[in-house]
Nanobody, 119 residues
Framework: QVQLVESGGGLVQAGGSLRLSCEAP??????MGWFRQAPGKEREFVAR????????DLADSVKGRFTISRDNAKNTVYLQMDGLKPEDMAIYYC??????????????WGQGTQVTISS
């Protein structure tokens, strides 16, 4: 069983920043990343990073504002979110596994952390 433990969500003003963390205790996983889900919407891909960190993907909607990184010594992946917009408000889910193209194919999920943006 793979456990993903998220932290770092919260309330921030539009234009502000948050950093999300996701730890996989005792595990160094291949692809790790983030999806998000807003009320009434389907879960959508946000970011992915490979084990080495050399391969990274970001959704077009967050490019230039979000950065994904990882520290394998800590089994942790980070999502630095800058320039937050009201449309970024959602529950953010840490994800891990081989496949990230569709949320239905993701192998492991965290419990989710709420990101709220005030305008």
């Amino acid at each position: 069983q793979v456990q993903l433990v998220e932290s770092g969500g919260g309330l921030v003003q539009a234009g502000g920043s948050l950093r999300l963390s996701c730890e996989a205790p005792g595990r160094t996983l291949n692809n790790m990343g983030w999806f998000r889900q807003a009320p009434g919407k389907e879960r959508e891909f946000v970011a992915r990073i490979s084990w080495s960190g050399g391969d990274r993907d970001l959704a077009d909607s967050v490019k230039g504002r979000f950065t994904i990184s990882r520290d394998n010594a800590k089994n942790t992946v980070y999502l630095q979110m800058d320039g937050l917009k009201p449309e970024d408000m959602a529950i953010y889910y840490c994800a891990a596994g081989l496949y990230f193209t569709d949320y239905r194919h993701v192998a492991y999920w965290g419990q989710g952390t709420q990101v709220t943006i005030s305008s």
